[in-house]
């Protein structure tokens, strides 16, 4: 008998609301490399410890009961973490799950992506199962990018050229930080960039926000952005006017 394939996961929600389409179980995985100054799940970042393990079976069938609540547009959202890290689980979930015509959406920072084997034959295989990509573009200059998460954005890019290569339909999110990320001159450039990508349904500006700045605190961990207000309303409408948020039709609309 084969073994079941298992995952580590943080935790879940029965019903998502801003995780994709309609009404949303999520799962979130454990485990993530990079530490991103606004992180609001830092207790999400040990890779191989921490959370727990489960099969697809038992988070499909957890999923199963809110069936009824997602209608015809709602599903299953695996975010984190980082599911990419989870290759060989999160590929067998999806998979299952497309089996019984279950929307499947993927949320992921893209930072494990890569073009060397095996990952990118798996990445490949997960595509098949996956019917929408949250992804999350932190910062679009690369120097900025490591400041904010302690790791660059090349592979970050290279993944939604590549995306965009095999139309694989994406929601871009950007997390709007103050003294970080909220300047006219890089919201402009990731304007330009996202515009050269043709699969682009959605995007998203999410303020940023201190609601997880205790589980720094818990964790004993100082909170590299402790003094810094969310954004204005104001900042966040310019964000959004210069990400020509409007222009885009929404992944239902395809």
Known sequence: MTEAVKGRIHSTEN???????????IVFTQGCRMRCQFCHNPDTWKIGSGGK???????????????????????????GGEPLL???FLIELFKKAKEQGINTTLDTCGKPFTREEPFFSQFQELMKYTDLILF??????????????????????EMAEYLSEINQPVWIRHVLVPQRSDYDEYLIRLDDYIKTLNNVDK???????????????DLGLDYPLD???????????????LLHVNDYKGYLNR
């Open 53 to 79: 393990e489960v099969t697809t079976d038992e988070v499909l069938a957890e999923a199963m009961k809110y069936r009824s609540y997602w209608g015809d547009k709602g599903g299953i959202t695996v975010s």
């Open 15 to 25: 019903f998502g609301t801003v995780d994709g389409p309609g009404v949303r179980f």
């Open 203 to 217: 995007v998203e500006v999410l303020p940023y926000h201190t609601m997880g700045k205790y589980k720094w605190d």
């Open 136 to 157: 999350d573009i932190k910062h679009i200059d690369n120097k900025q990018h490591k400041l904010l998460t302690s790791l660059g954005n090349e592979n970050i890019l």
């Open 227 to 241: 003094g810094i207000e969310p954004p204005t309303e104001d900042r966040v409408t310019n964000a959004k006017n």
């Open 86 to 88: 989870q290759m060989d």
